[in-house]
T-cell receptor, first 114, second 111 residues
Framework: GQNIDQPTEMTATEGAIVQINCTYQTSGFNGLFWYQQHAGEAPTFLSYNVLDGLEEKGRFSSFLSRSKGYSYLLLKELQMKDSASYLC???????????????FGKGTKLSVIP | DAGITQSPRHKVTETGTPVTLRCHQTENHRYMYWYRQDPGHGLRLIHYSYGVKDTDKGEVSDGYSVSRSKTEDFLLTLESATSSQTSVYFCAMGQGSDTQYFGPGTRLTVL
């Protein structure tokens, strides 16, 4: 099974940088995803890490350390539209029929204030 | 994602009635998933499908059944709805090891 922990809520100021942490304990690991979810909307894919290190995509970066069971999502130059929930999800090991399942954390609600 | 839709988007029903939610995708993805999302729990997998007529249970499958008669359609059925099944239901699609893409969600209220 999987256990995924992330902070429930965070607040940051427009224009600043914020780091959202995710720790996991897993029986198998085959990658970690970050999704963004605005209130009342569907989750949308942000980033994917399967190897250790930093993946950068514009204002968003994601880091993974497999040995520590740790990831973070870094958001730079925060904008009001970044106010949303950020979901950490771990993909487990292959479970048959070509299937990999995702286990999601409870999400971190980020509020960006002026 | 524009290639995946859900219907209905909102539904109110009474305890004990059957309910079917539909997910439709136009991307020819092999895998489809049903999740529910509740405050304090995050997204939890109900059932998934790895091909036409091939389905399997997820973490919270009790009280739910699914069917997939065509690649593009994945149905979730609550045989006899209960108040504990009040939730937001998301369908997702993927190609196995690839990213999962989510539909817009269905808000279900069971009175």
């Amino acid at each position: 099974g999987q256990n995924i922990d992330q902070p429930t809520e965070m607040t940051a100021t427009e224009g600043a940088i914020v780091q959202i942490n995710c720790t996991y304990q897993t029986s198998g690991f085959n990658g970690l995803f970050w999704y963004q979810q605005h209130a009342g909307e569907a989750p949308t894919f942000l980033s994917y890490n399967v190897l250790d290190g930093l993946e950068e995509k514009g204002r968003f970066s994601s880091f993974l350390s497999r040995s520590k069971g740790y990831s973070y999502l870094l958001l730079k130059e925060l904008q009001m539209k970044d106010s949303a929930s950020y979901l950490c999800a771990v993909r487990d090991s292959y479970s048959g029929a070509g299937s990999y399942q995702l286990t999601f954390g409870k999400g971190t609600k980020l509020s960006v204030i002026p | 994602d524009a290639g995946i839709t859900q219907s209905p988007r909102h539904k109110v029903t009474e305890t004990g009635t059957p309910v079917t939610l539909r997910c439709h995708q136009t991307e020819n993805h092999r895998y489809m998933y049903w999740y529910r999302q509740d405050p304090g729990h995050g997204l939890r997998l109900i059932h998934y499908s790895y091909g036409v007529k091939d389905t399997d249970k997820g973490e919270v499958s009790d009280g739910y059944s699914v069917s997939r008669s065509k690649t593009e359609d994945f149905l979730l059925t609550l045989e006899s709805a209960t108040s504990s099944q009040t939730s937001v239901y998301f369908c997702a699609m993927g190609q196995g090891s690839d990213t999962q893409y989510f539909g817009p969600g269905t808000r279900l209220t069971v009175l």
